[in-house]
């Protein structure tokens, strides 16, 4: 049976760094960071090259894919350990079908964010594009 896959998990982590980051700090690493080696020496020349429909989408995905992240996180400590395989296959799903509804594959997404996180110009972009907090 599936697992949470390492595509969503590292998506929804970024998301979550995306949205709940102030500004301010945003450049400061946080302690649960991934470590620098894991940024690509040419990022800064591809964020240039994100299409501005691309980063609407990803920023509408990010807010999507959050509210899930939530959703399903709150069933998950409230679930049964023999529901809770069945919750995270749901969450992959409808985590993958936020992404794809916008346009963009879970690939392509996470390659965005991936992006966002090692340059804080596209991250600026994506969260310019956020929906204002309630």
Known sequence: MKRVSPIHAAAVLVAGTLLYVPAASAQAPSPQAEPPQAQAPNTPNQSADIPDKK????????????????????????????????????????????????????????????????DPAVREKIRKRLPASK
Do not use: C, H
């Not at 049964?80 to 509804?101: G, H, L, Q």
């Open 55 to 118: 980063l609407d989408a990803t920023a509408v995905a990010v807010q999507r894919v959050a509210n899930l992240r939530q959703d399903f996180q709150n069933r998950l400590e409230t679930a049964s350990p023999s529901d809770r395989e069945r919750i995270a296959d749901e969450a992959n799903s409808a985590m993958a079908k936020a992404v794809t509804d916008q346009g963009l594959s879970v690939e392509e997404y996470t390659a965005i964010l991936q992006m966002a996180q090692a």
